[in-house]
């Protein structure tokens, strides 16, 4: 039962131009997501947050987007910066689930300079 | 300087063996975790830990078990090791464990079975 999905394995973007990387969840529990980023041969980097109780949330040149009726979020980077490439995960989770955080199977974003 | 640590950073071991994998954390949080990565690329919760006692226990073979002699330090002991035990696994802390703080992850123990 795979309750968060990210459909796109991979994503190229060039230099400059925007990334869009998408999240649809199932389970309308969840209340509070979150993206990692993740480089080879090292853990997920927490890279920013979203409670649901938000529609948008914005750092720097990161800003992620909720619509809880489409149970669906989405990372927006811009500009995207070659040292942006790595995999992005998607998590979430609910309050009451003792911060257990459910993720998507991730999407490889490269950045073409 | 370190966050989570975890050693040791590749294991490769013959099927029925038993063996540890150890995770430090530095950052004074409560909470520590488990996390296996398989060949699909899922990142699933094993275990947590909230300053030493169990909170989270998915369903996992018996033959994991997780020890935390102190809430710094989270280990896990793999007896009878499988071939379908082979995987990446991570371990993690949080602040508290609330819904609200983000993991601080080590950065992974590949394991191999044989």
């Known amino acids: 039962d795979q309750q968060v999905k990210q459909n796109s394995p991979s994503l190229s973007v060039q230099e400059g131009r925007i990334s869009i990387l998408n999240c649809d969840y199932t389970n309308s529990m969840f209340d509070y997501f979150l993206w990692y980023k993740k480089y080879p041969a090292e853990g997920p980097t927490f890279l920013i947050s979203?409670?649901?109780?938000?529609d948008k949330n914005e750092d720097g040149r990161f800003t992620v987007f909720l619509n809880k009726s489409a149970k669906h979020l989405s990372l927006h980077i811009v500009p995207s910066q070659p040292g942006d490439s790595a995999v992005y995960f998607c998590a979430a989770t609910y309050n009451t689930n003792a911060g257990k955080s459910t993720f998507g199977d991730g999407t490889t974003l490269t950045v073409k300079p | 300087d370190t966050a989570v640590s975890q050693t040791p950073k590749y294991l490769v071991t013959q099927m029925g063996n038993d063996k540890s994998i150890k995770c430090e954390q530095n950052l004074g949080h409560d909470t520590m975790y488990w996390y296996k990565q398989d060949s699909k690329k899922f990142l699933k919760i094993m275990f947590s830990?909230?300053?030493?006692?169990?909170?989270i226990n998915e369903t996992v073979p018996n033959r994991f078990s997780p020890k935390s002699p102190d809430k710094a330090h989270l280990n896990l002991h793999i007896n009878s090791l499988e071939l379908g035990d082979s995987a990446v696994y991570f371990c993690a802390s949080s602040q508290d464990g609330g819904v609200g703080s983000p993991l601080h992850f080590g950065n992974g123990t590949r394991l191999t079975v044989t």
């Open positions: 979203i409670s649901s109780i938000k």
């Open positions: 830990y909230n300053n030493k006692e169990l909170i």
